[in-house]
């Protein structure tokens, strides 16, 4: 089990900057895949990035390159993801996702889930 509740999220300008944390607890952390989604009001939860236990390795949405960076922690059971050049259409809840080995692009495929926190980005 897992659990893991997400912070960070807060009212910015376009063009700045925020950074989103995601504390876990439960099971070893270094051992899960993370991931971030993220959703607006009346659309779909969406992909924007995941980091990989077994080497670290990272995958982003088109739409987020080279504006957003995914890291974690292992000493303080934490991931991160660092958001600059914020835009209108990143106002959205964002969501930290964990799994043993899976998880991927599609939401259903990553088997726990944080609350969420609310970013809005103000133009």
């Known amino acids: 089990q897992v659990q893991l509740v997400e912070s960070g999220g807060g009212l910015v300008q376009a063009g700045g900057s925020l950074r989103l944390s995601c504390a876990a607890s439960?099971?070893?952390?270094?051992?899960?895949?993370m991931g971030w989604f993220r959703q607006a009001p009346g659309k779909e939860r969406e992909f924007v990035s995941y980091?990989?236990?077994?080497?670290?390795?990272?995958y982003y949405a088109d739409f987020v390159k080279g504006r957003f960076t995914i890291s974690r922690d292992n000493a303080r059971n934490t991931a991160y993801l660092q958001m600059n050049s914020l835009k209108p259409e990143d106002t959205a809840v964002y969501y930290c996702?964990?799994?043993?080995?899976?998880?991927?692009?599609?939401?259903?495929?990553?088997?726990?889930w944080g609350q969420g926190t609310q970013v809005t980005v103000s133009s």
């Open positions: 980091i990989r236990w077994s080497d670290s390795s990272t």
């Open positions: 996702a964990a799994d043993f080995h899976a998880g991927g692009i599609y939401y259903y495929t990553w088997g726990y």
């Open positions: 439960g099971r070893t952390f270094s051992n899960y895949n």
